[in-house]
C-alpha cells in the first residue's frame, strides 16, 4: 500500500480553471516511471462525453479503468432516463466508485469539468473527496501551478486568458518537476462543445 501510495505523488501536473461561460483543462505530456521518462506523448485529459472530460494524476490504468465505466455509466444513464447526466452526477458518481475503494483505493487524482446548465469543475481526490472549485491543480507539479494560478486568476477572464493562464501554470511546473513536461494538451468545454488542442511550449507566455 505504502508504494501505491507514493505513487501518486509523482508524474504529472494537470489544472483546471472556470472563465465565463467555459471551464478550460490542461495537463502535460510526460509520463514516467520512476526516474525514467517513459513517454513524452502522453494524453492526460480523456473525454468522458460530448459534454464533460477528466484529467488523470497518479496510476494511468486505475484512471483509465474509471473513465471507461464513467463513459459507459452515462451512456446508459442516457439510454434509461432520456436525459443526460449531469456534469454533478459524473462528478459523484465516481466520488461514490473511489470511497467505495477505500480499503484498496485506486492511486487517482483527477478533475472533472464539464458544460451542463453552466461551466462545473470538481476536484477529486483517491478516497472520494470532492469539492466544486473555480481553480484546480492535481499531480506532482500542482503546488507551482497553483501558485501561477492564484495570482492570476480572475472572475471575468476571457477564454483567451483562461487557456493562456492554464498553460503558464502547467509550464511553470515543468520548471521544478522533473515529472512534467513536453507540452501542454488543452480542453475547452462550453455550451454544446468540447475542442482540444496541444500547445508546444515555445510559444508559452504568461
Do not use: C
Request: aromatic residues 8%; without cysteine; hydrophobic residues 50%.
Amino acid at each position: 500500500m505504502d508504494y501505491r501510495l507514493k505513487m501518486l505523488a509523482s508524474g504529472t501536473t494537470t489544472v483546471g480553471l472556470v472563465a465565463g461561460d467555459y471551464v478550460v483543462l490542461a495537463a502535460d505530456k510526460r509520463a514516467t516511471a520512476g526516474f525514467m521518462i517513459a513517454s513524452r506523448r502522453v494524453k492526460k485529459i480523456v473525454k468522458l462525453t460530448d459534454y464533460a472530460v477528466m484529467t488523470m494524476a497518479g496510476l494511468v490504468a486505475d484512471a483509465q479503468m474509471l473513465a471507461d465505466i464513467l463513459r459507459s455509466e452515462a451512456k446508459l444513464y442516457e439510454l434509461d432516463t432520456g436525459s443526460r447526466m449531469s456534469v454533478r452526477g459524473i462528478a459523484v458518481l465516481l466520488s461514490n466508485i473511489l470511497f467505495s475503494y477505500k480499503a484498496l483505493p485506486f492511486i487517482v487524482q483527477v478533475l472533472v469539468g464539464g458544460y451542463d446548465v453552466k461551466p462545473r469543475l470538481y476536484l477529486l481526490d483517491l478516497f472520494g473527496s470532492i469539492t466544486e472549485e473555480k481553480l484546480a491543480a492535481t499531480g506532482s507539479g500542482s503546488p507551482v501551478a497553483y501558485g501561477v494560478l492564484e495570482q492570476h486568476y480572475r472572475e471575468d477572464l476571457s477564454l483567451d486568458e483562461a487557456v493562456k493562464i492554464a498553460t503558464a501554470a502547467i509550464r511553470a511546473s515543468t520548471l521544478r518537476d522533473a515529472a512534467s513536461g513536453d507540452g501542454v494538451d488543452i480542453a475547452i468545454v462550453g455550451r454544446g462543445f468540447i475542442e482540444e488542442k496541444f500547445i508546444p511550449f515555445t510559444s508559452i507566455t504568461v
